[in-house]
């Protein structure tokens, strides 16, 4: 049972690139959503999913899309990357929703130079 | 959106001794309150949780606790053991409608001294 899978685990963009973060989860869970660690600032909402074909802002949603075709994937787009989104990124998936009961993959470490 | 400040930053215990974080929030509606242990290299693990309408909840070494008139909760574990060492994040939900986001404290780094 592998839970939640994000690739890659590292990754390193120029400024204006763009790329996808993806992330899996093989437990059936309705919700997912995408969180941004930063030191000193805790974890913060990106973009969340209900089921597929549902998608909704979070706290911090600017430079960031999302979509949801299948139960299983999440995947995170960033347009135009932006030395701003130096973080650690984490998907998360959920039974319930409300953002109750989170289960975390182990994160992807993205620096834009 | 919801202030949650955590408390303290870092934490040092000798093993076997009890460990004690607090977080404090601003939406006095706010229904439900989670802690997540988080592992070097690894992504946030929940360990307890807890909805408004209940004043403490145990599993084990772990409980948490609840003052909804002063605003505060507290994660509490006794008698440590060194893999209790990790960062441990409270985080609040609020009560609006549609309220998916949960507000996350900054975080306390907990270390055990064997």
């Known amino acids: 049972n592998a839970g939640v899978t994000q690739t890659p685990k590292f990754q390193v963009l120029k400024t204006g690139q763009s790329m996808t973060l993806q992330c899996a989860q093989d437990m059936n869970h309705e919700y997912m959503s995408w969180y941004r660690q930063d030191p000193g600032m805790g974890l913060r909402l990106i973009h969340y999913s209900v089921g597929a074909g549902i998608t909704d802002q979070g706290e911090v949603p600017n430079g960031y899309n999302v979509s949801r075709s299948t139960t299983e994937d999440f995947p995170l787009r960033l347009l135009s990357a932006a030395p701003s989104q130096t973080s650690v990124y984490f998907c998360a998936s959920s039974p319930g929703g409300w953002g109750e009961k989170l289960f975390f993959g182990s994160g992807t470490q993205l620096s834009v130079l | 959106g919801e202030n949650v400040e955590q408390h303290p930053s870092t934490l040092s215990v000798q093993e076997g001794d009890s460990a004690v974080i607090k977080c404090t929030y601003s939406d006095s509606a706010s229904n439900y309150f989670p802690w997540y242990k988080q592992e070097l290299g690894k992504g946030p693990q929940l360990i307890i949780d807890?909805?408004?309408?209940?004043g403490e909840k145990k599993d084990q070494r772990i409980a948490v606790t609840l003052n909804k008139t002063a605003k505060h909760f507290s994660l509490h574990i006794t008698e440590t053991q060194p893999e209790d060492s990790a960062v441990y994040f409270c985080?609040?939900?609020?009560?609006?409608?549609?309220?998916?986001?949960?507000?996350f404290g900054t975080g306390t780094r907990l270390t055990v001294i064997p």
């Open positions: 985080a609040v939900r609020p009560a609006q409608t549609g309220a998916n986001n949960l507000f």
């Open positions: 807890i909805r408004s309408n209940v």
